[in-house]
């Protein structure tokens, strides 16, 4: 392997040699997400999702008759990293590409892909977004050739204020957000759905910090504090999430937490207790919902999983590879332009409820969960705590179903068809 | 005192210049496959950053932990030109919006460098650094016109086709950065040759002395500076045409660790060196890290044996060689240096081997079997280990004493060499 | 009154936990003038270290052994590197540091992974210290407050009243007659860089936990310490403090704070609306552009007084 790197131009040959169709009987899937720097971790999770799925399909058969591989490719979160992996990902001529950390780079790879197929008809890629929610991607910068799988952030929103505003006890709301397009999405869409969903609730605070610098939170939670607010709505991932709750308990605050991204890769660990019955999270997934029919595929991916990612987290990668697959058969083709036209507006009845690939923006409807760290049932917690995330001692406990119908914000997306 | 030499023509500069027009043109038509020209495209646009970095690193002694600053902004600049363009709202043609670039850069230059340049030294590299952080910063800040994480994105097909060039096809936009490349290349050197060139390095080597003689040494920095910041603006325009985006990353402390990590590793003390450098660290970035995890932890022991045994670069170990080939007794130095290669090839193959196998088991995404050089192996068992130990000693231990005989030899050599001038 | 005694106490302890952290890079810096790229690096092996002995042996225990582990490393990183690259001058003495940073945090991530690790507070001093009106101050921070105290006291001790404290300061600025004295300048800078990097390992020990210990921690951190140490003037230990306080203080309070320019420019009668030039850049409230103020501080300080606050030369 590493002989290869030391002539660009053997590579060079190896690559043209896969690509003239030593793989005819591979559906190849590019993975470009980040595989080396700070957020390898993250990028290691969906990556053993997805090799866990394809290795579970290729069991049964695969697909049309083909295997299906997923190809890492590492693109270290940046957005021009992931347009050169993209060149490769075209130059070694693979069809389909999936990815999911950092709206940046998701609205980067879109327009690139959308570029790409209009100079380079007949060799179309389709990218299958499983995790970036900025609402542009399906809005005003929509594209025929991008499905996300995840529900966008004024979605996921929807589902949080739904339970919020049962929350009578609530009169004062603290909004807190990273400083870049998605915590502004976050903001405006919390205040926009308070207003509607709750009018007496007061927004007392619309703070943004700037991301991933803030070392010591303990400022804004005097912040939080002076303010009087009972609750604190966050779309902060990362150490700007796990600091934020610690600083608050540090603190002595007493509030509970709406957030999108407390509950994995690292982040429960790094709460830790602090989070217990404090921290809600918005999600189409965690381990312990009621009739859980991924259940078994959940405990089958953690008997084999890595160390580093011992829990399934991405039930949307399943949902993803599923529809594809479906759309695929229905097209009895694994052209992606073929694909695409039947993956549009496509219905499907998923592990936990029904799911629907939007036609007008390609944004998959699908039922959210609202739900509570607690300690697990092991630590003392409820007993519906049965399994706990990262065994960091917290286990999520579901606290409202929101079906997809509810969630399903309108588009202004003006699709463009080839 | 210093004579002053007048040549009609210097011819093997001439050839040499010569060559590397040739090898711009040529190179696409070599490496064909779509990869290798992406890369070839990141060399250009990188050559032109790391040589404009080393106006200051090397020509001007100014060690800059900012300097992604000028370029990231000359792309900012041109991303917004390119768009005014696609909305017909500006009439300029796409092969010349790298003076766009250029010019931002320069403006940049002119109101960050009036800050940084009052000082040299460690403290300039200090309020560089710090200037750094700010603008990156700043541009998080600022969504309305750096477009926030995301960026802004933009199509270079754009205008009118100019004798049939529409900069859709990948080969038209590495000619296009080949073109820019080379007549940076060539202003840059001819820079070097300009009294205000010559200057910087008085500055640089003995700034009281400069200052005795009646030059600002702070003018002469300031200068220096613009004039780098408006080449790094050209080279961050090239960028964004050919990525068609441009995003918080332009002006990163990331971006600005890389130019210096690049410039040095192909040396600062000559023309050339940076050239160099940026070919190899393009080759570590994009290549390298296709094939591994590891390659950070390549590129940085590659830059720490660079700083401990090779402080000038591979510029200069090249360089050194000239004079003994002058001579003609690079023969007696090939045996020599045949043996250390071959040695600190088994050592890498051994250093190599570990390096893997740590990556391998504290990857705990993968199993533990793997296969390297062909064969396949698990890194859990204590065979590999005991291999890769043992090629990675035996490589050490050879390559101490064919560094050795080169030492010696090279001593001897140069001894006489000195012994004839004299 | 409660907001502005408990940011105040917040501004205290982070720009403690930030002197702890500049103390041991501008006492390198005067003494050997090597500005240590890798001193945020010492910082988070001191914060790793105490999490790997934490949990097998305690908290306690890793307050002692961690920062003296690190400092090991300090003193073999000097011996086998910086020493030999000192000939080639300041600006390769920095590039080895700044290539060590990268290694370092390539060798954190093959050993303790990518992800945050669990490195937590101990028991014994978790919990509130006492209450400021309704607001709870923690132990910890306390504790975080006492030990930069007793470092910066005993710092201040060893330099003045030891030998070699004498020595080092002697060494400091004729390092020719120390030696022609017979005292081994060579060792007293090794000691002296070990030295700087146990005082980040012993930041990294009560800064890992109060935030987060992961690979990140690092980066995070570097820049910010630079500043203070420019900003307080370089190679000086009050001015580090000093400027530890103010940017500690600063940052904190601008938080709390909603100014935006548009509102001063009110004031004289200017109104900022949307199509002003720049009308983002005059309504950005303060609060948003606290953690830039650092280096907006330091862009000023060095325009009007380069020296630094209490620096006595410069560059």
Known sequence: ?????????????????????????????????????????????GLAEFQFYAQQLNKKGGVLGKKLEIVPFDNKVSPQESLNQLKRVQDEGIRYVTQGNSSAVALALSDAVAKYNERNPGKEIVYLNYAAVDPALTNDKCSFWHFRFDAAADMKMEALTAVMAKDK???????????????HAVADSAVALLKRKRPDVQVVGNEFHPLGKVKDFAPYVAKIKASGAQAVITGNWGNDMSLLVK??????????WYTFYAGGLGTPTAMGEAAAGRVKIVAEYHSNVANNKAAAWDAAYRKQAPKGNPDFYYLRGKNMFDMLVAAMNQAKSDDPKKVAYALEGMKTQGDLGELEMRKTDHQLIQPLYVFTLQKSAAHGGPKEAKIDMEHSGLAPVTDARVEGYVTATPTSCQMKRP | MAVLRYRPLNLGRWLLWGATAALFVLAPLVFTHGFALTMMTQMGTFIIFALSYNMLLGQGGMLSFGHAVYSGLGAYFTVHALNLIGKGALAFPVMLLPLVGGLAGLVFGVVFGYVTTRRAGTTFAMISLGIGELVHACVLMFPGFFGGEGGISTNRMVGKPFLGITFGPAIQVYYLVAAWCFACMVAMFALTQTPLGRMANAVRDNPERAEFVGYDTQKVRFLQLVLSAFFAGVSGALSCINFEIVTDENVSALRSGGVLLATFIGGTGFFFGPIVGSVVFV???????????AWLLYLGLFFLAMVLYAPGGIASLVAMQLPVIRARRFGELALPYLLALAAGLVAFAGLVGAVEMVYRISDASLDTHMSLFGVGFDARSPRPWTAFGALLAAGLVALGFAARRVGERWGAIQGELQGNRA | MEFFVVQLLNGISYGLLLFMLSSGLTLVFSLMGVLNFAHASFYMLGAYFAFQISTRIGFYPALVAAPLLVGGIGMLVERYGLRTVHRYGHVAELLFTFGLAYLIEEAVHLVWGRAAVEYRIPPSLEGPLF????????????????????????????????RIGLVIQAALSHPQTVEALGHNVPRVFMLVFGGGAALAGLAGVIGGNAFVTEPGMAAAVGPIIFVVVVVGGMGSLAGAFVASLLIGCLQTFSVGLDWTLAGLFARFGWRVTADTPLASLWSIPLAQAAPVLPYLLMVLILIFRPRGLLGTREG
């Open chain 1, 247 to 256: 600083a608050g308990k540090e603190a002595g605050l007493n509030v509970d």
């Open chain 3, 131 to 162: 209450a400021v009106f309704t607001s709870q101050y923690p132990i910890y921070r306390g504790f975080m407050m006492l030990v930069s105290v007793a470092m910066l006291v005993s710092i201040w001790l060893a330099l003045t009243r030891t």
């Open chain 2, 283 to 293: 080759f570590f970035v994009v290549a390298l890290s296709g094939f591994t995890q």
């Open chain 1, 169 to 183: 006890s609530i009169t004062k709301v603290y909004i807190i957000n990273q400083d870049y397009s998605f915590g």
């Open chain 1, 1 to 45: 392997m590493i002989k290869r790197a030391l002539s660009t131009a053997a590579f060079a040959a190896a690559a043209a040699l896969a690509a003239a169709g030593a793989w005819a009987e591979t559906i190849r899937i590019a993975y470009i997400d980040p595989l080396s720097g700070p957020f390898a971790n993250t990028g290691a999770q």
